[in-house]
């Protein structure tokens, strides 16, 4: 995800003046020493490549490009390299972990040192598109071609961990006195996810059915130390992607722990100061955040402790956290909220640049949030009153109730249209999905005009479409909320079920029926993430709305 424009920037969100620490050294410490305790032990599976395949144009394909079969696979283990000069092998799934291969001789004994440039895909236009040149926004570290080098015991180990289903091998550097063949590859495939729990009725449509599945791979797949965002890129915890981590592994592997170590990581490496949450975190060489603020992300941990206290029932990692989900709504409120019950601050001027710290979605058209920050703010307070309710600590938010009913009423009057019947956002009255979505979930408007918004802004030719399916789950969500089960159906069906009509195995970080080849990066799609953790959701309508998806 292409939240690294707002990494690059070292943003204090509210600039507080504090007294005290909200969080002691030593309670952060006692959080992270949890969080340790909760270290999940990674599950391996060795894998070998199951096909030889060749990468062809197809204007009916993703991108451009499909993957068939070429060749035998077995002729890479027994004949000459050095005369085929380059492979594509399939390791007929999405995997992620350590990857290597050794060669062995044909004939003479190896004299020299072996070069190949190896390239991995997750698709086959990973494979398809030209690399170069380099136009993207981000880091070219980020992309996983290589030059490997082999010297006499034949063998070769990649010094990062892979994420991909492809492998393109091409001999660059060989001997003219000798000669080899491969003698294994070996990818050794990790994932914390153990079995799923999850069991659809006999009568689930064979499209669901394939959902859930692909569902199932991109969640494990992203189940790691942490809930990563994506396993290729960018290999870390973001807060909001947790929060459909978590709401997926409750309807399929129910790994808690994990959601319970995400959630003690957060909280040890806040800002001790202000209490804030960073926005994501690294796991390695040993915890560490970026120090940067969303604000929905902030919120969004407040959704995903509800939903793991309402799965687990573990009131005392509640308790332990409730100072940390008091913090992000009372500074928000504080902070951000202007005399007609209004968020007013979605933007934060630096150098004189206008940076975004409410996120919601890479649109294609960059988005107004203020319709959407009104809703997904009453809605948190909602779920943080629902969790001191639960834990005893009432007391401490009585006026929570009053406080969401205020949001809600001037969020009513500022943003529904009612000539229109459709929910507009900011100065410029902006129609959007996001901003609908939420307006819905946080309850600004509810039944009948509810249902005829989300209508109404599906039918605008003007309205701004998701550009992801993180975007597009909170879609669904609204649409199940107010009662538009069979529309939620069919767009789950033609969305998700769009991927994998195109052959995901992974469900995507970005997927735009109309436009295949969006990436936020500088529009290079090499970029982008193909086992997107924000994607993976489907699982948690279809099993926890079995009337609807599973008949």
Known sequence: ?????????????????????????????????????????????????????????????????????????????????????????????????????????????????????????????????????????????????????????????????????????????????????????????????????????????????????????????????????????????WMGDLYLEALANTASFKEYNLTKRCLYLLAGLANPDNGLLYSNMVEYPKPHAQQTFFVDYALSYILTLNDYLKATGDTETARDLWPVVKNQINTILAKAIDNNHLYANTGYQYKGMMVSIVFFDWAPVTLDNHAAIQGLLAHSIDCAYNIAKVIGKTDDVKAYPATAKQLRKAGYKAYWDAKKQIVVSGKERQESYTATSWAVLGDLIKGNEAQKAIRNVMQSNTAIKPGTPYANHFLVAAMLHCGMNSEAKKYVEDYWGGMVRLGADTFWEYYVPDNHLFSSYNGYTLLNSYCHAWSCTPIYFIVNYPEIFQK
């Open 1 to 237: 995800m292409n939240k690294c424009f707002f990494m690059a920037l070292s943003l204090a969100l509210f600039s507080l003046n504090v007294s005290a620490q909200c969080y002691t050294e030593s309670q952060q410490q006692t959080w992270l020493q949890k969080a340790e305790a909760s270290k999940p032990v990674l599950n391996k599976t060795t894998h070998h490549p199951v096909r030889e395949v060749k990468i062809v144009a197809d204007a009916n394909a993703f991108q451009g490009f499909k993957a068939v079969e070429d060749g035998d696979i077995n002729d890479l283990y027994s004949k000459s390299f050095k005369k085929k000069k380059e492979v594509i092998v399939d390791f007929g799934k999405h995997l992620v972990g350590n990857v290597s291969f050794k060669i062995k001789d044909i004939g003479p004994m190896q004299d020299a040192v072996l070069r190949f440039k190896v390239t991995f895909g997750e698709i086959p236009s990973d494979l398809g598109l030209p690399v170069e040149p380099y136009t993207g926004s981000l880091s070219r570290g980020w992309m996983q071609d290589f030059q490997c080098d082999v010297s006499y015991d034949g063998c070769y180990t990649f010094n990062r961990r892979i994420t991909a289903r492809y492998m393109k091998i091409e001999a660059v550097g060989t001997s003219i006195y000798s000669d080899f063949c491969f003698d294994n590859i070996t990818f050794e495939a990790t994932t914390s996810a153990g079995k799923s729990k999850a069991q659809l009725a006999s009568t689930t449509p064979q499209i669901f059915k394939d959902i859930a599945r692909v569902s199932e791979n991109t969640l494990k797949d992203c189940m790691q130390g942490v809930f990563e965002d994506g396993p290729k890129r960018d290999q870390r915890l």
